[in-house]
């Protein structure tokens, strides 16, 4: 799965059953409500839906998890600004419309990038000149919003990825050779942004990767700084 990292957070928020979940640099466990010797080990049992968060509205997203539910499954994978999907062709794998058309990002005015409503929209082009990634874009962290709501209100788990890893660093040291965030700043800021608007939810389990191989490109600080 690409995975570098993983981060578990929390706070009092979203479902009151939910437990907090924390890490202690080998295991994930349940917060005890008492004392932390209680902490009981949580198991991971994750359904992947990169795509997830931007695609489905709030009663598929219901149907989807009391499904899930019964298979057994306890945690999601998702990506917060989605994962294009299809072909080889260059493309930028850590972008997509949502269900409504919307980008996570801005343009570099404040605008929205018009998009086609249409669930399988992967942007092609130079985006590196169409978005501004220190803008986000309201109405799609909104949406991204009611999903989580509905994730904590069927006791799931969300291991969000706050972006795929191409959008930091280039996949096989070229093969996709488009960044979203070029520098090490932007990715920050990105993700100060996902830390402040989500960091409190007690249903979120922070992930770093993406299918990233070396040699990357540009440097690996881009990614090692990021948060």
Known sequence: LGLLAVLATASAAAAPAMRRLVADGHWLKLQSPDTPTDDEPFVYRGDTAWNFLLRANATEAAEYFEQRRRQGFNVVQAVATGMGMGGFEPMEW?????????????????????????INHSFHGNATLTFDVTKHNPAFWAHIDEILDVAAAHGFYV??????????ISKGGGQYSFHLF??????????????????????LIFVLGGDIALPVDPAPQVCSEAP
């Open 182 to 203: 070029s520098e090490p700043e932007q990715g920050y800021a990105h993700g100060r942004f996902i830390g402040r608007r989500v960091g409190a939810r007690p249903n």
């Open 94 to 118: 850590g972008l997509q419309a949502d269900r409504n058309g919307e980008f996570a990002w801005l343009d570099h005015d404040g605008q929205r990038v018009p998009s086609p409503p249409m």
């Open 159 to 168: 291991a969000l990825w706050a972006t795929w890893g191409s959008s930091f």
